[in-house]
C-alpha cells in the first residue's frame, strides 16, 4: 500500500513538469533550424570572400537547403489546424492534455457560445498561450484560447464574447 501511494505521489509531482516538453520541442526545432540557416549563410560569405567558384556554389545550395527547412519547420510550426484535428491527436498523445494542477478562484461555471463573460474568466493568467501545442485552431485577432477548468474557450476580448467551446478538453 505504501508503495502504490508513493507511486502515486511521485507520478502527480512529475506529470505537470512532463507536459511543457511538447511545445519546448518545436520552437526548439524552430530555434536550431534558423541556427542553421544563419551558419550556412556566414560559410557562404567566406566562401564568396576567400574561396573559389565552386566553394561559392557549393555554399549558395546548402543556404537554399537551409532556408527551405527553415521555412518547413515555420510552417509546420505555424499550421492551420482543423476544427477538430485535435480530437485525433488527444487519443494518442494523453499526457499533452493531462489535467495538471490547475485551479481558479471562481467556481466552475458551463459557458455556450454567444454568451458574454466577465474579463475574470479570461484575463491572461488563463491563456492558452500555445494553441498549436493542443491542435486547436489559430484564433483570430483579439481572440483568446482560454483554459476554463477541463474546458477550452475561444473569446473575443473585445467584447468579452464567448466564441467557440470545447467541453472536456482536458482530460
Not at 86 to 95: D, E, I, K, Q
Not at 111 to 128: E, K, M, N, Q
Not at 137 to 143: F, H
Given at each position: 500500500m505504501r508503495k502504490f501511494i508513493a507511486?502515486?505521489?511521485?507520478?502527480?509531482?512529475?506529470?505537470?513538469?512532463?507536459?511543457?516538453?511538447?511545445?519546448?520541442?518545436?520552437?526548439?526545432?524552430?530555434?536550431?533550424?534558423?541556427?542553421?540557416?544563419?551558419e550556412e549563410q556566414r560559410e557562404l560569405r567566406d566562401a564568396r570572400r576567400y574561396g573559389d567558384r565552386r566553394d561559392v556554389r557549393r555554399e549558395q545550395r546548402d543556404v537554399r537547403e537551409a532556408r527551405r527547412d527553415y521555412r518547413d519547420a515555420v510552417q509546420d510550426r505555424n499550421r492551420r489546424w482543423g476544427d477538430n484535428d485535435w480530437r485525433t491527436y488527444r487519443g494518442s498523445n494523453r499526457g499533452v492534455y493531462a489535467r495538471g494542477n490547475w485551479r481558479a478562484p471562481f467556481r466552475y461555471q458551463g459557458f455556450r457560445t454567444g454568451v458574454r463573460i466577465a474579463p475574470t474568466y479570461y484575463g491572461s493568467r488563463?491563456?492558452?498561450?500555445?494553441?498549436?501545442?493542443y491542435r486547436l485552431p489559430p484564433a483570430n485577432r483579439y481572440q483568446r484560447w482560454v483554459r476554463h477548468y477541463d474546458d477550452v474557450l475561444l473569446v473575443d476580448t473585445r467584447r468579452g464574447v464567448v466564441v467557440r467551446v470545447y467541453r472536456n478538453f482536458f482530460w
Amino acid at each position: 500500500m505504501r508503495k502504490f501511494i508513493a507511486t502515486a505521489l511521485i507520478a502527480a509531482v512529475a506529470m505537470p513538469v512532463m507536459v511543457p516538453a511538447a511545445s519546448a520541442q518545436s520552437q526548439r526545432e524552430v530555434r536550431r533550424e534558423r541556427q542553421d540557416l544563419r551558419e550556412e549563410q556566414r560559410e557562404l560569405r567566406d566562401a564568396r570572400r576567400y574561396g573559389d567558384r565552386r566553394d561559392v556554389r557549393r555554399e549558395q545550395r546548402d543556404v537554399r537547403e537551409a532556408r527551405r527547412d527553415y521555412r518547413d519547420a515555420v510552417q509546420d510550426r505555424n499550421r492551420r489546424w482543423g476544427d477538430n484535428d485535435w480530437r485525433t491527436y488527444r487519443g494518442s498523445n494523453r499526457g499533452v492534455y493531462a489535467r495538471g494542477n490547475w485551479r481558479a478562484p471562481f467556481r466552475y461555471q458551463g459557458f455556450r457560445t454567444g454568451v458574454r463573460i466577465a474579463p475574470t474568466y479570461y484575463g491572461s493568467r488563463y491563456y492558452i498561450s500555445d494553441p498549436w501545442r493542443y491542435r486547436l485552431p489559430p484564433a483570430n485577432r483579439y481572440q483568446r484560447w482560454v483554459r476554463h477548468y477541463d474546458d477550452v474557450l475561444l473569446v473575443d476580448t473585445r467584447r468579452g464574447v464567448v466564441v467557440r467551446v470545447y467541453r472536456n478538453f482536458f482530460w
